[in-house]
């Protein structure tokens, strides 16, 4: 049995009689900025975080292009140095780390639980709050305090005080002090409303997969986020008192500092890919027209990527002075990290076996997204030996890998979740002609700028430099061409989806048949969500479901013939 | 974890039940704000779990610093200390009772008690900050010891007495014994774990062999004694910091209180600064042990 | 801030487990019990188990305490078993970063030693240097 209730009407009634949903039920600036509906909120965060992902993308072009030649070509390496701090930090913290879970997740979240908000709307709203308030101090001191650290902030160089201005790192790390309480009130609120707020029937495993990862995701937030906090602190205390905890001068130790980054930070990759995978999960099932395959495997192997992610930390250390006991350690911990992501793709190709496979564009972008974290999966077993990573750490290998996961991964699902619920979330279709076409830019440009870098990296060059030997000014140039077709890809996307905006087709309740609840009510949903809580079923169950060409969408089957759906 | 909501009609709440929208009922709204504020709990176990494992770093490998500097704290301030964190305990615990049944007044005054007792910690942290300020004891660049450390049960023999400035310092005469452990011997150069040989030289950038050597302050026959002061800062600080803010929370609700604003259908506020509260006595807790009474 | 009646006949039972003032008291005087303990262990000298040994006395001892405090003060006792599992979780995540960074710093500490050693001003270059 579906999640479709067939005593609700599916479709659309005549645009002249359009009923108030959560974009027009009020108006004003003052609706938005006090709202607690989460919702808006999602909508405020989609905005926020689509807008640092421009400024960071604009960083990410000038490095690119300041690597077209072997020395100098736009900027100087201190001005470099600042470009590729300001594309991390911006990328990691303001993009890659709450899009998915805040953008998407907090407008779907409730929706799909059959709950009528999440468990403390007014701490959403905070979130999102504190997520403005530490990307502004965040992105403004690093511009002022000329900061070059890299994102990682390593001592001594991020304390010595010698090279940066207006208190160097400080205001930098108060900002991303913040930015992390955001995070954890965003994980604290979905684990709470995950446990308090389901409906009758909605047992942990009638969840839709998405819902289980943004779950795991939440515990991560909650576990790791906090040590990122104490660490900026430190950070904080030792630059501006030097405390001497990290500074070897004052008998500190700066291996510590690495410690106590990688611990959050390691498992912040798992924030940015879990919400990433169920994304996919719903994707796969509802352009195959299939159930999904192997649900348990897929729900728990989410718990476990959490959990294991925790055990891995110290292989972003293993050449800074690690014990070898240790080193030894992380690196078989790492490859048991593999395993269950593994589990999922596997899972995710059994799902598309035998599927009735529809090429719309969220499917592309999930088809994408098997290959490239495929690629970038992998490539991490290279760095988790020992042996080569002694070879590839801090070369372009590593630049490659993770642009693979996080980018190939994370970003291209948020694009695919964003193109999957951008129906619900604002009431229009796009046009899948151009959604198609900036995806094929996209996916290309996106091999040709990093793959040329694992090349580049198995040979020696070094990532976070400048300049370079000539031999490898050709790779660079065409990583560089790839950049700049990946960037138009990015702006046709921009561009059909504002066009979409106020042009495009008004959408029905459920324009790709999917099962869970969110497809249940209209399109875009009313304040409430639901008038009566809904009843649970299996999410992934689509026999009911058939396409209406009236409605362009799909609607409940009303006639009592057992569907030969798929 | 299923909702324990039963079919009641989610339009009409009852009048003063603070009820929200999405809830059902305010046995469900209040478990999930119980269960939210916990979490947050754990946020800051973390939080402090990493100071802890700072602590837990410098001790372990410099146990020698450790020993001879918490000499430095008082043991009979930090037991006092930590009998009125366990007392305010208790009244805080007690006041959240009589929230819940309904007794405002007397909610209000356990909760002016636990205040009581939070300032009476905060004025014994201001006492002994103020006497570390005094004497030097400060972290980094700031330790400037005016007096060796006092003699103590375990003391060794050679400790300095309280009022002694020690003038001359060990790196005069790099051949005197160090005062308490053994300065950490040099591995055998031979050895699996020794992993390069010192230089010959100096390092630029050190002192040069012949250079007249700098006039150390206070008595340094233990090095790196600035670490221990770097930690303690950092973790009597920081809970300080978080008694404050407490303190303040305690204030909020306790006039809320006196406001009429609880009733046994809604105390949620009192009950989160209680579990609040209690946080901060659970790390001062395992903090006076660590800091105060090593041996 | 609405107004409500503050004596104790209500009509509406208490939200959650309300604890008995008794439980309250003991757990108090455990407590203080307990800290004159912590303490006592230090002075007499025939309680002394070395150093290793005294730290994990000091630790345990705190960790009773820490447990009534958690769960008579906090209502652990009373709460659905998914706090207690958060409570444990977290400090099992605790353990497993002390632990592990602890471990990796003795395992390098004997080349810092090595380092040391063979020049004292090198235990804190920028204060000798100052």
Known sequence: MTTINPALPADQPPAASVPLNYLTERRGWLSWLVTIDHKRIGVMYLVSILTAFLLGGIFAILVRTELLGPS???VTADTYNQFFTLHGAIMIFLVIIPSIPAALGNFVLPIMLGAKDLAFPRLN??????????????????????????????????????????????????????????????????????????PPGMGWFRLP??????????????????????????????????????????????????HFFWFYSHPAVYIMILPAMGVISELISVFSRKHIFGYHFIAFSSIAIAVFGFFVWGHHMFVSGQS???????????????????????????????????????????????????????????????????????????????????????????????????????????????????????????????????????????????????????????????????????????GYL????????????????????????????????FATPPVAGDPYDFSDLEYDPAVGGYVVRTSGAAGANT | MSSSASSASTTAHPPGTHLAHHFQTPAQQFEAAVQGMWLFLATEILLFGGLFCIYAVFRANNPEVFEYAHRYL???????????????????????????LGRSRQSATLLGLTLLCGLVFLGIKYVEYQHKWKEGLLWGHHYRPEHEASTSLHAPPEAGTADTPTTASPLADPDAPLATAP????????????????????????????????????????????TFFGVYFLLTGLHALHVLVGLGLIVWVALRTLGGAFSPLYFTPVAMVALYWHLVDLIWIYLFPLLYLIH | MSRHPTDSDQPHPPLGHVVPLPVLVLTLLVLLALTGLTVGVTVLPWMNLGRLGNLWVALLIATVKATL??????????EKPIIAIILCVTLAFVILFVGLTLKDTREYQPSIQTYRAADPTRYAPDLYNK
């Not at chain 1, 504002?498 to 875009?524: D, K, M, V, Y």
């Not at chain 3, 405090?69 to 006792?77: D, P």
Request: proline fraction near 7%; charged fraction near 10%; include cysteine.
């Open chain 2, 74 to 100: 008082s043991k009979s301030l930090g037991a006092i200390n930590t009998v009125v964190l366990l007392c305010s305990s208790f009244t805080i615990a007690a006041g959240v009772r009589c929230a819940q």
């Open chain 3, 69 to 78: 405090v958690a769960l008579y003060f906090m209502h652990l006792r009373y």
């Open chain 2, 183 to 226: 300065a950490p011997t040099p591995t055998d150069p031979d050895a699996p774990s020794a992993t390069f040989a010192p230089p010959a030289l100096a390092p630029p950038g050190l002192r040069g062999a012949t250079a007249p050597l700098p006039e150390l302050t206070g008595a340094q026959r233990v090095h790196n004694v600035q």
């Open chain 1, 324 to 494: 070898p006991l240790v080193t030894v350690l992380f690196s078989l911990l790492t490859y048991s990290v593999s395993i269950p992501s593994a589990v999922k793709v596997f899972n995710w190709l059994a799902t598309l076996r035998g599927g009735s496979i529809s090429l719309k564009t969220p499917m592309l972008y999930a088809l994408g997204f098997i290959f490239m974290f495929g690629i970038g999966g992998l490539t991490g077993l290279f760095l988790g030996a020992l042996a080569t990573d002694v070879h590839l750490h801090d070369t372009y290998f590593v630049v490659a890998h993770f642009h693979y996961v996080m980018m190939g991964g994370a970003l291209i699902a948020l694009l695919g979740g964003l193109h999957y619920w951008w129906p619900k979330i604002t009431g229009r279709m796009y046009s899948e002609t151009w959604g198609r076409l900036a995806f094929v830019l996209i996916f290309v440009g996106f091999n040709v700028t990093f793959f040329p870098q694992f090349i580049m990296g198995s040979h020696g060059m070094p990532r976070r430099y400048f300049n370079y030997p000539p031999e490898f000014a050709s790779l660079h140039q065409l990583s560089t061409l790839g950049s700049y077709v990946m960037g138009i890809g990015f702006v046709l996307v921009a």
């Open chain 1, 125 to 198: 709203l905070l979130s999102y709050y504190l997520y403005v308030l530490g990307a502004v101090l965040a992105v403004v001191s690093i511009v002022m305090g000329s900061v070059d650290t890299g994102w990682t902030f390593y001592p001594p160089y991020a304390i010595d005080p010698t090279h940066a201005r207006f208190g160097g790192v400080i205001p930098v790390l108060l900002g991303v002090f913040v930015l992390g309480f955001s995070s954890i009130f965003t994980g604290l609120n979905f684990i709470v409303t995950i446990h308090k707020l389901r």
């Open chain 1, 209 to 258: 997969l998405f819902l289980w990862s943004l779950y795991a995701t939440s515990i991560i937030q909650v576990l790791a986020t906090p040590v990122l906090g104490v660490t900026v602190l430190l950070l904080i205390l030792e630059r501006a008192l030097r405390f001497g905890i990290f500074h070897p001068g004052l008998g500190g130790d700066p291996l510590l500092y690495q």
């Open chain 1, 72 to 74: 100098k070509t736009i």
């Open chain 1, 498 to 529: 504002l066009h979409a905006l106020f042009r495009g087709r008004i959408a029905p309740a459920n324009p790709w048949g999917g099962a869970t609840l969110e497809w249940q009510c209209a399109s875009p949903p009313p304040t409430e969500n």
